[in-house]
């Protein structure tokens, strides 16, 4: 018996899910129902795909390598399916994006909301965070991060590039003074993303080229950037603002001839194959993000 590419899209979901009653929830079917599809599909092949315990379901050494396989077969079916359709009808289906929180409340707070209206035959799923997510595992169509460009094994495309400065408010360099070099750093209270060893360390570099490392202390880190700059104005510390669109703003530039390596706002995808409601959401993501100023596109 030759197993059914609709048999291989619910392993595929099962894999993804790492168990039936998730991947029931994604493909309306019981769990029941997917646990028996895919008993079928492991006797129609001879190989026993997933091993199950009352509380979960891990794939195989062959369920592994079966997954890879199958993931890029279903997509590619799933993505002929929607060209054949485009023309006739607007992108549709369940999109599932995840995004930073700061992004989302600093510049696209309406965008999400248009998109929707632009597009109402997608179904939208926001993760506004910045856990770590396996795009192959996952199951997310789009997932956007600010950080240093990806190899080349992943698939990507960059939406721009931050620049980031340091930033005081007028009262905390009244009461503590301003530094004078990058070295004087070490002196103040430093907001940080994290606690972490990288997060402590700043490298920061000049118009000629020079970069300097400083080990930073402080008694807050904080991961999300509005809240990180409310901190600053408060007069908690020094912490890293873009430097464009700051212009007028009522914080100080600390060592304006200091910088911080450029940060890539970078979208990641899980296969190079992208189904037509990614393709749009990526489009208008990127013509929306080409109006903010803290953002030199790409």
Known sequence: MKPSLDNLELFVEVARSRGFTRAGAVLGLPASTLSRRITQLEKSIGVRLLNRTTRKVALTEAGAVYFERCRL???EARVAHELLQEETRLPRGH????LPSGLVLEFLQDALHDFSRQYPDIECEYDLSIRKIDLQMDGYDVVVRIAQLPDSSIVSRTLGTLTLGLYA????????GVPATP????MHDCLRTSTQREDSVWHLHNASGHMQPVRVRGRIAVNQVLMLRQLIRAGAGIGQLPIHGMEGSALVRVLPEWVFEPKHLVALFPSRMLPARTRVFL??????L???QALHAR
Do not use: C, P, W
Not at 95 to 98: A, E, N
Not at 183 to 186: R, T, V
């Open 169 to 176: 408010s007028r009262g905390y360099v009244q009461t503590h």
């Open 95 to 98: 999109l599932r994006v995840s």
């Open 183 to 186: 070295m004087d750093l070490a």
């Open 283 to 288: 489009d208008f993501l990127a013509q929306r």
């Open 73 to 75: 077969i279903v997509e």
């Open 290 to 292: 080409s109006k903010v």
